[in-house]
């Protein structure tokens, strides 16, 4: 007689079960965000043009299907690379003088003759106390702003930060020199093709030292009233593409889903930073978690053992990584300042302007309403992007697992597979097999699982 083959345990049932689960939650996600709901918009990018091609020097003539205003000179902003890195220039060192007058003279070279504006606080002997970390501060700001006006009579504006000064011994190639020049061909493609709201591209100097710049700017400068949202170029690496890896409002993650047509972006750096783990911090905290202004950070994160040293210089500089960040910012700041909702819709934070009671403490703001709302977003494979909110993930979670659990019994129904009488527990021995009581077929299925004898 032959021997009945013994039931499998229980393990095998819920490798089962959690392959099984698996599947169906790709399957689920590639429903509720499929490609086509990142499509690009009428504000498309440019990364269709291959970077190798811009690499190369070769010229690169726009397609008909890619708007002029989405081009992005990255030749030219290697070229104005190279210049700011060619020495170390940290806070103290006296050839950071020479980066910053390059600076200013091409923000004027690129402003002259337009209806920009430009603030030089140094021009203007701006100086300022304040207390930082229990430090009492005395800084003299050195930062470059600029305020492009936009089309509509609205004050809302958008806000785009870089820092031009580097940490000791490093050339800042990435960190923050990619960030600077992207910014200069901001200024240069905004004012050849104006957008509805204006843009402040604030180059900042002090950041590396304890983010004074974007403090200053938040607590002192005029125009920081009206800044309703603001992009921030960072780096946490050396090379590679530049990632989303934090952001604080679901309106702004959607305008980067609309714009960018390769999205990078992971969720991890914001819980990485509110963890700790990240020791190193950037601009968005002073912005965001401080004066509560909804943002986005984008950053380097690739080498992380080249972040400041000597090896962050121009000869690690790529064109596909300054094309990446280029592109994004370019098309993302077009996106949002060129829509006629998305920084009406966010009030003003109600911490600004701090620069109108300086005798108060900012934390006096910390009881008020927030504007800033966090979500869940990531990018899948480079070809689309989800985003979500925080209580939608939730609830999908649990719809997921309760769907997974059903599919599982489901696809061990017993009667697709016949038991054999030798298979079947000894109190599950006496049930109808044709039974269609649920709690019948359920006895049955685990017993076939292994969960019993």
């Not at 047509?261 to 963890?275: D, E, W, Y």
């Not at 939730?394 to 009488?421: D, E, H, K, S």
Request: with cysteine; charged share 15%.
């Amino acid at each position: 007689m032959a021997t009945a083959a013994r039931p499998s345990s229980w393990w095998t049932a819920s490798l089962a079960a959690v392959l099984q689960l698996a599947v169906f939650a790709l399957i689920l996600l590639f429903v509720i965000d499929s490609p086509t709901a990142s499509s690009i918009s009428s504000n498309s990018l440019v990364q269709d043009v291959p970077a190798s091609r811009h690499a190369a020097g070769q010229p690169v003539e726009p397609s008909e299907s890619v708007l002029k205003e989405h081009i992005f000179d990255v030749t030219r902003a290697l070229g104005d690379l190279e210049q700011i890195t060619q020495t170390p220039h940290s806070l103290n060192d006296p050839r950071s003088i020479g980066v910053r007058v390059y600076l200013r003279t091409t923000i004027q070279d690129i402003i002259s003759g337009s209806s920009a504006k430009f603030s030089d606080p140094v021009a203007n002997g701006t100086v300022a106390e304040f207390e930082s970390r229990r430090w009492l501060v005395y800084w003299e700001d050195s930062s470059l702003v600029v305020r492009v006006p936009g089309t509509s009579n609205h004050t809302e504006a958008l806000l785009v930060q870089a820092h031009y000064d580097a940490v000791p011994m490093s050339h800042g190639a990435y960190d923050d020199g990619v960030g600077v020049v992207v910014c200069l061909e901001l200024l240069r493609n905004l004012i050849q093709y104006p957008v509805r709201h204006s843009v402040v591209v604030n180059i900042d100097w002090g950041e590396e030292n304890g983010l004074f710049g974007a403090t200053l700017f938040a607590r002192f400068h005029q125009w920081a009233e009206d800044v309703r949202a603001y992009i921030n170029l960072e780096a946490g690496g050396v090379g590679g593409r530049a990632m989303l890896f934090r952001a604080s409002h679901p309106a702004l993650l959607t305008a980067y889903k609309q714009a960018v047509r390769r999205p990078c972006a992971s969720l991890v750096g914001n819980n990485a930073f509110k963890l700790g783990i990240i020791k190193s911090d950037t601009d968005y905290s002073i912005y965001t978690t401080r004066y509560g202004i909804p943002g986005l950070d984008l950053a380097f994160t690739d080498h992380r053992n080249f972040y400041h040293t000597s090896r962050d210089n121009i000869r690690l500089a790529t064109a596909e990584s300054v094309l990446s960040m280029g592109a994004a910012t370019l098309s993302t700041a077009r996106q949002i300042a060129d829509s006629i909702v998305t920084l009406p819709s966010l009030p003003r934070s109600p911490r600004l302007p701090a620069y109108k009671s300086l005798a108060g403490d900012v934390n006096q703001y910390a009881s008020s309403e927030n504007v800033v709302k966090d979500a869940v977003f990531y990018d899948v494979l480079s070809r689309f992007m989800v985003v979500r909110s925080y209580s939608c993930e939730m609830w999908l979670n649990i719809a997921t697992g309760l769907a997974g659990i059903a599919i599982v019994i489901a696809l061990q129904y017993p009667f697709l597979r016949p038991l054999p009488p030798s298979h079947i527990p000894s109190h599950a021995s006496t049930l109808d097999l044709g039974s269609s009581r649920p709690l019948d077929r359920l006895v049955l299925q685990l017993g076939r699982g292994g969960f019993f004898g």
